[in-house]
């Protein structure tokens, strides 16, 4: 098991650009999560897939992200024309949600760090 | 999350104990998470306590969980400079986890 990659790292593009991230999760994991976490604040929810059906989509993500999970494993999640304010670290977390999924333990990636400038 | 609310900063000595406290408004959450980040790095998961418990203990991390006021608190006991970390609360709704913005750890010698 090793654990949940995502890449790159660290990203920096231009105003205006499009940047796509990537997301590996645990193999046997059937959720999928994308949070965004900004500097002082905790992670927030941007959306999750069951298998590869993306099921929730919170309201912080606008017509310019979308995010796919082709095959229900790994996960992309592109933000088209970038803007300053789109700069956060983006968390990629998977679990096993069965039926009764109340106690769903997510292990997070290290992060994509995006610096729009 | 604006659900969740932490105390922003604790300062503790080495081998004393920490307390950090947290807040929480959804009063259907099932479990609560504490998670902790290091600089650089994503979330650990570092213990969970269902909502029908009063405390769980695990090694030196002690939860203890007031469902009628919606509190929980975090026990780190002998804290060590490894400690040092921005440690989160979280509830569990209904397809997500929602968190609070850190308690950053300070613990000095």
């Known amino acids: 098991d090793t654990g949940v990659s995502q890449d790159p790292r660290h990203k920096i593009t231009k105003r205006g650009q499009n940047v796509t991230f990537r997301c590996d999760p645990i193999?046997?994991?059937?959720?999928l999560y994308w949070y965004r976490q900004t500097l002082g604040q905790g992670p927030e929810f941007l959306t999750y897939?069951?298998?590869?059906?993306?099921?929730?989509k919170s309201r912080l993500l606008s017509d310019r992200f979308s995010a796919e999970r082709p095959k229900g494993s790994f996960s992309t999640l592109e933000i088209q024309r970038t803007e300053q304010g789109d700069s956060a670290m983006y968390l990629c977390?998977?679990?096993?949600?069965?039926?009764?999924?109340?106690?769903?333990?997510?292990?997070f990636g290290s992060g994509t760090q995006l610096s729009v400038l | 999350g604006e659900d969740v609310e932490q105390s922003l900063f604790l300062s503790v000595r080495e081998g004393d104990s920490s307390v950090i406290n947290c807040t929480y408004t959804?009063?259907?959450?099932?479990?609560l998470y504490w998670y902790k980040q290091e600089p650089g790095a994503g979330l650990q998961l570092l213990t969970y306590i269902f909502s029908n418990m009063d405390m769980k203990q695990d090694q030196r991390l002690t939860v203890l969980l007031n469902k009628k006021d919606k509190h929980l608190s975090l026990r780190i006991a002998d804290t060590q400079t490894g400690d040092s970390a921005i440690y989160f609360c979280?509830?569990?709704?209904?397809?997500?986890?929602?968190f609070g913005a850190g308690t950053t750890v300070t613990v000095r010698a």
């Open positions: 977390a998977s679990s096993w949600g069965g039926v009764d999924a109340t106690n769903e333990k997510l292990f």
């Open positions: 897939f069951q298998n590869e059906a993306q099921l929730e």
């Open positions: 979280a509830e569990r709704g209904y397809y997500k986890l929602s």
């Open positions: 959804d009063s259907s959450s099932t479990y």
């Open positions: 193999s046997e994991h059937n959720r």
